[in-house]
């Protein structure tokens, strides 16, 4: 794959907005590369202006919703360089999910290409302050014209990237969840374990209920039983047993595959805590609350990183997790990865790839 970039004199501004808050402001340019079952992916990725995509009214992503995306981020490293975060796991589930969604999979190595050599032209768009970063969101649609219920013949690969802050406006502070009984968010077999926005629209009405009465997110239970906790909001979900145990859902395949998730069990036995992947009870689980056993509970995923859980609400009732405030196995996994990922830290893990000017994306050397 070549990448051809427009010229541009479009500048990052001076000065950015402050607070810069998550997904509000974006860079003056954009990735694209288009796909056609005639002739497969295009050999050129363009980079240029970011205008609005001209859609044909009968789109098929606009009908049936063919569509997936990515969300991942760029850090100013502690040296003034740019650093991306396992970028290649990302390029992995984003081949998944369009597998999943009859979508056309890019090879992961153009997936990483195209994100380096697009970071590397938004550099200066990439906040220096503690917990900001550049986030990058590719996105693939089926944008052929037609109302008939088949996978679309062209399709669009772009990446638009955004400077931000923290996902939460109040950091990492504890955030409130309410256990979701009436909505769910998938189903296994369904496309819960894909990255796609079908996921994100049916979350939407349980969300903004659950906002209206004082919790940032749902706590989403499975389809059948209605039982057995799967994640938080848009994030997967953890609780620490004992001080020590991190115990998380085990993927079930309505469950996202989160870089996050991945990176905190892997990341956790290092910093001395047990890792758990198991089915969790909610019943277990609130009562495990009130007694005290459970002493932390935290969300986890690219945009808020790891954020505590300070209090959950079912049924009219709020508990309290431990004594509601940031725990010390949240406080040191959030720390830790944030300080791998700006460089703060060695990366003996190898997760941490330095973006070449006009070039792509380097191991860094821990
Ligand atoms: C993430 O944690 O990155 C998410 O998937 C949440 C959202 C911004 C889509």
């Known amino acids: 794959m070549d990448i051809r970039i427009a010229a541009s004199d479009h500048r990052a501004p001076t000065t950015l907005p402050d607070p810069l808050g998550f997904g509000r402001h974006f ?60 970028p290649e796991a990302n390029a992995a589930r984003f081949e998944r999910s369009a597998r999943r969604l009859a979508l056309p999979p890019l090879p992961v190595e153009d997936f990483v290409e195209a994100l380096a050599a697009f970071a590397d032209c938004e550099r200066d768009w990439a906040p220096q302050a503690p917990g ?77 209920a659950a906002r209206s009465d004082g919790y940032q997110q749902v ?19 953890a609780f620490v047993r004992g001080g020590r145990t991190i115990v998380t859902p085990a993927l079930s395949g309505s469950i996202l595959e989160g870089v996050t998730r991945d990176s905190v069990l892997r990341l956790a036995p290092d910093l001395g805590f047990a890792v758990e992947e198991t089915r969790l009870d909610i019943a277990d689980v609130m009562a495990d609350v009130r007694a005290g056993a459970i002493t932390e509970a935290f969300c986890m995923g690219t945009a808020a990183v790891v954020v505590p859980i300070g209090r959950i609400g079912r049924d009219g009732h709020d508990f309290v997790v431990g004594d509601g405030a940031a725990g010390p196995v949240a406080t040191a996994l959030y720390d830790t990865l944030t300080a791998i990922q700006t460089g703060r830290r060695a990366d003996p893990y190898g997760w941490t790839r330095v973006v070449a000017r006009r070039g792509v994306a380097q191991p860094t050397t821990a």
């Open 27 to 86: 860079t003056h340019r954009m990735l694209t590369r288009t796909w056609s079952a005639d002739t497969g992916w295009e050999p050129v990725a363009s980079i240029g202006p970011r205008v609005p995509i001209a859609l044909d009214p009968g789109a098929q992503v606009l009908h049936c919703g063919q569509a997936i995306f990515e969300g991942t981020k760029a850090y100013l490293r502690a040296d003034g360089a740019l650093g991306l975060f396992r």
């Open 132 to 208: 900001a970063s550049l986030y990058l969101r590719p996105v693939l649609l089926g944008i052929e014209p037609t109302l008939e219920v088949r996978a679309s013949a062209r399709c669009l690969f772009y990446v638009v990237a955004s400077p931000c802050g923290p996902y939460f406006a109040s950091g990492f502070r504890p955030v409130a969840v309410r256990v979701e009984d009436a909505h769910v968010r998938a189903v296994r077999g369904g496309t819960g374990s894909a990255k796609t926005v079908g996921n994100y629209a049916g979350s939407l009405a349980a969300t903004e």
């Open 219 to 237: 706590l989403w239970l499975d389809a059948i039983e209605r039982r057995w906790i799967e994640e938080a909001g848009a994030m997967n979900v």
